[in-house]
């Protein structure tokens, strides 16, 4: 049983490095995250940061040929504020050598995303960015943005679902090329004095917020079904 405790806490520290502690969520596709509701997150008990964000769907083709074709692959990034993120995520900690949190058209990829794509730090992506048509009106373009990033680095949070489908990229970026209102977001991350506090926290913010539509959930309810099999292997185990 202790290696199964071992193994928990292995595995707690994997997701909440890949997902955050708590995370938010519009009701509808997509918020409006005010400064009113960034305040009201930040002075719940135990919050320690918040991450707006945005999700994007993406096909990510490397510039350069190593492998005897211009690999490609589908990815879904997350674009925010890197003096943000940086607060709410251990990004810093899971940089590989040589790599650096992207500014401006820099991409930071997952390890195995870049291992498909073949590209290290230095060297240049396309990509085709798709907007998630299910938000609602806004005043901007909602079109495919075909453009390209500097590989700003790779980092691995050990989680491989993770890791092989996700990038980073400055919300800004984001912003720019669909001409999006400021406050728009699809998420908020949020940072808690300990992952073990994440529970109250989330129920904290739904009795807070949810008035303002958005819910909130903690790492382990967005990873329920995996705890639920790991609860069926101890008793398994202890047979």
């Given at each position: ?24 969520f ?36 490397s ?5 005897g ?9 997350t ?5 943000l ?11 590989l ?5 992207p500014?401006?058209r820099g ?44 590989v ?5 949070t ?5 890791d ?12 720019n ?15 808690v004095s ?18 303002s ?7 382990r309810e ?18």
């Open positions: 049983m202790s290696v199964m405790n071992g193994f928990d806490r292995d595995l707690q520290s994997r997701i909440v490095a890949g997902i955050g502690a708590v995370r938010g519009s009701m509808v596709s997509s918020m409006a995250c005010t400064p009113d509701i960034e305040k009201s997150v930040l002075e719940t008990p135990d919050v320690t940061a918040v991450t707006p964000e945005l999700q994007l769907s993406a096909i990510l083709r510039a350069v040929d190593r492998v074709v211009y690999a490609t692959s589908d990815a879904q990034i674009a925010a504020d890197p003096a993120k940086i607060k709410t995520a251990s990004i810093e900690k899971q940089l050598p040589n790599s650096e949190i500014k401006d991409i930071l990829l997952g390890s195995a995303l870049a291992d498909k794509l073949a590209v290290e730090p230095g060297d240049t992506v396309d990509a085709v960015l798709l907007f998630p048509s299910a938000s609602p009106p806004f005043a901007g373009n909602a079109e495919p943005a075909h453009t390209s990033f500097g700003s680095g790779i980092y691995r050990g989680y491989y679902e993770i092989a489908s996700a990038a980073f990229i400055p919300i800004q970026t984001v912003r090329l669909f001409d999006l209102p400021p406050a728009l977001a699809h998420t908020l991350e949020i940072a300990s992952p073990d506090r994440a529970q109250k926290v989330a129920g904290d913010l739904n009795d807070r917020l949810s008035a539509g958005i819910y909130f959930r903690s790492w967005m990873r329920e079904p995996l705890f639920r099999a790991v609860r069926l292997e101890k008793l398994v185990m202890a047979l």
